[in-house]
Structure formats: C-alpha cells, structure tokens
C-alpha cells in the first residue's frame, strides 16, 4: 500500500511540473456546461456534443487529491482537465501546490455512464460520489 501511495505521489509531482506554465486562473465554463459536483440529485440529463465538469480540490504535497471517472467513454468521455493553482508556480518551488482540478467531460453518444468521484488523503478515500449521465 504505501508503494503504491508513493508511485502516485510521483505521478502527481510529474501532473504539477506539467502544469505549472500554463494554469493560474480560475476555470470558467461555458455556456450550457453543468457542473456535475455541485448536483444535489444524482443523476443529470445531457444531450449529445453538451459537456460537463466536476472539481476536486488538491494538494499533492499534504496528500489530498481526487479521482474521476466515467464508466463508459462511448456515452460520456473525458476531454480535458484544467488545474488552477492558488499560488503562481514558480520552477524549484516547493509546497504551495494547493489548486482546484476541473475534469471535463462530453456527451459523445447516447447511453448511460456513471461518473464516479473520489476524494482522496493519502492514498485512502475519504469521500465517494455517483452520478447517473443519461444522454440522449
């Protein structure tokens, strides 16, 4: 267990020096996106081309971060993900990773997907979330 919370904190440190030239501010939707975090219901409604997202806070260097998925990429898939950093970064900096992650999605074809949320700290999940696309 802890080689592999290890391994992901190396892939995480990767994400971020990839990241780290190109996003600082805020992610902004466009018009017609739903925000599939903020649902109060667990299930949604989308039409084929419509996109949709979800953020998850993370901080790598504390160990908090989240994972997103679909369950089926022929009805729901994702198409890209947008990381805001609170603090510019700056190359040798450490710490200061703290930043919102926006994972974007489109409704490729009808069907039915699960997005499925984890919130994870330290490689255990402390929080998990469901929803229901239905595209039509």
């Given at each position: 267990m802890?080689v592999?919370f290890?391994l992901?904190?190396?892939?995480f ?10 996003e600082t ?11 599939l975090?903020s ?6 409604e989308?039409?084929v081309?419509q996109?949709?997202y ?6 790598g260097?504390?160990g908090i971060y989240?994972?997103?998925s ?5 009805v729901l898939k994702?198409v890209?993900?947008?990381?805001a950093?609170?603090?510019?970064q700056?190359p040798?900096m450490t710490?200061a990773?703290?930043s919102v992650?926006?994972?974007i ?10 997005v499925k949320i984890?919130?994870m700290?330290?490689g255990q999940?402390e929080?998990e ?8």
């Amino acid at each position: 267990m802890k080689v592999k919370f290890f391994l992901l904190q190396i892939l995480f440190l990767a994400s971020i020096a990839l990241y780290a030239q190109d996003e600082t501010k805020p992610f902004k939707p466009s018009k017609g996106m739903k925000n599939l975090s903020s649902l109060k219901k667990k299930r949604i409604e989308l039409k084929v081309g419509q996109k949709a997202y979800v953020q998850y806070k993370q901080h790598g260097s504390v160990g908090i971060y989240g994972e997103v998925s679909s369950s089926d990429e022929a009805v729901l898939k994702k198409v890209d993900t947008h990381t805001a950093f609170k603090n510019k970064q700056e190359p040798g900096m450490t710490g200061a990773d703290e930043s919102v992650v926006t994972v974007i999605f489109e409704a490729v074809g009808k069907g039915k997907s699960q997005v499925k949320i984890s919130n994870m700290f330290r490689g255990q999940t402390e929080k998990e979330a469901e929803i229901s696309v239905i595209v039509k």
